[in-house]
């Protein structure tokens, strides 16, 4: 029996070919560690993946991986995989059918599994090799508890050099140390159970870095944990471990947990960015959508990491519950006034699995959600969309995209293009 474990297009990213994917290439090891023949295809940046999945016959089951952006380009694959592979068993797994499986059945698929399915894929293979014919069935998957039990990412699966990422002119790769997130935030997606945080150890983490450095040659690294200072003993003594790797790296951080302990170790360790949810300049905004951080906490993280020369990205999004005019401008003046090394200002898009999307009732904003379910998740809905897909009491969808557009160019002129001229020889110099 063979399997393709397939990522799907990721067509509306700019650079769809950063990073590699990790969720398959962790199912791939798990597999094959079970003796399973397993390939991976990353059709991310391939705009003839229609092409492409009419080529899948030497394939007995097809594995899909989808987030929800992603979810249109899954269907329109199944749909050639039934016409040219009516025989083969066709999967899907990853963030969409992990908040809405029912959607991925009712089209067709003839399993969806939610959660992380490390334990369970091999299971499900050894099932199918064994005579088991799904129709339109779910499997909850068993969520890994130990993350040290399971083997790294088969990266030998794909090509890593497709992939470009740079980090202060190095080439960088993912890893991700940790799983789940404690925190509720009333614009963030979040299936069942992944509210459990699991943390790798150290020791665990280093025997990782040290095999791609070795294997692969990559000396940079972006950690896509949620919050990687999540645990504060946890974090020091990561960063600890990670002194003696040399290497520079990248990561998300949460502001109400970060202090100057955190930032010096973490520069010693070789953090040289982080990126962090800021969201809102008003502690209105903040307090509504359950982010559980302050303006006053997003502006102290943002000077400690000026303090110890670490670079901040903000994250920023309007449009989300009770915008008004007099929030998106507190908003824009927080960066003029903070002035970080980078930001996005995002418009809120509701994602199925968060409480925004199944309680819009409790919220200030509007939304169709069976229009957007027809034409939100496109290549044009990727942080810079021409209409916004929501609405408040007081801003139309069409206020909140020209409040986007106010933002960025009053705050680009001062901000992000001072970064971008900065960064412009090194990146140049390095291709």
Not at 57 to 74: G, L, M, R, W
Not at 313 to 318: E, G, Q, R, S, V
């Amino acid at each position: 029996m063979k399997v393709a474990l397939v990522a799907a297009p990721s067509l509306f990213l700019p650079e769809p070919k950063t990073f590699p994917p990790l969720g398959a290439m962790y199912l791939a090891a798990s597999a094959k560690k079970c003796g399973f023949d397993v390939d991976v295809i990353d059709l991310t940046g391939e705009e003839n993946y229609l092409e492409k999945t009419s080529n899948f016959s030497a394939y007995d089951v097809i594995a899909i991986s989808a987030t929800t952006p992603q979810f249109h380009y899954a269907v329109e694959m199944l749909n050639v995989l039934r016409r040219k592979q009516p025989k083969a068993t066709i999967i899907i797994g990853g963030a969409h059918p992990s908040v809405e499986p029912q959607s991925c059945i009712r089209v067709g698929f003839d399993l969806a599994v939610a959660g992380e399915a490390e334990v369970e894929f091999p299971l499900i293979l050894s099932r199918l090799e064994n005579g088991w014919k799904p129709k339109g069935e779910i499997v909850y998957a068993q969520m890994p508890m130990d993350l040290d039990a399971l083997p790294f990412p088969d990266r030998d699966c794909i090509k890593l050099q497709q992939y470009v990422y740079i980090i202060d002119g190095i080439r960088a790769t993912s890893i991700i140390t940790q799983r789940g997130c404690p925190y509720s935030c009333s614009f963030c997606c979040h299936w069942k159970g992944y509210n459990i945080t699991r943390f790798r150890s150290s020791e665990n983490v280093v025997e990782e870095i040290r095999h791609v450095k070795e294997r692969y040659g990559y000396q940079a690294f972006m950690f896509w944990d949620d919050e990687f200072n999540l645990n504060q003993r946890r974090t020091v003594e990561l960063c600890e471990a990670l002194k003696s790797l040399d290497i520079k790296f990248r990561c998300f951080i949460r502001s109400n947990l970060f202090n100057m302990q955190i930032a010096k170790v973490m520069r010693e360790a070789g953090c040289v960015e982080v990126g962090c949810g800021v969201e809102s300049g008003s502690d209105k905004i903040l307090q509504i959508i359950n982010k559980r951080t302050t303006v006053k906490q997003n502006t102290l993280a943002r000077r400690i990491c000026r303090e110890v020369g670490i670079r901040f990205k903000a994250f920023t999004i309007l449009g989300l519950p009770y915008e008004s005019k007099e929030t998106a401008y507190a908003t824009m003046n927080w960066l003029l006034d903070n002035q970080p090394d980078e930001f996005d200002v995002t418009i809120f898009t509701p994602y199925p699995g968060s409480k925004i999307w199944e309680h819009p009732q409790q919220f200030d904003v509007q939304f169709d959600k069976a229009e957007m379910a027809q034409s939100l998740f496109e290549e044009s809905y990727y942080k810079g969309p021409k209409k916004s897909p929501v609405s408040t009491s007081q801003l139309s969808a069409e206020e909140i995209v020209n409040l986007r557009d106010e933002i960025e160019d009053k705050c680009g002129r001062k901000i992000k293009s001072r970064w971008l001229w900065e960064k412009k020889e090194e990146v140049e110099g390095f291709f």
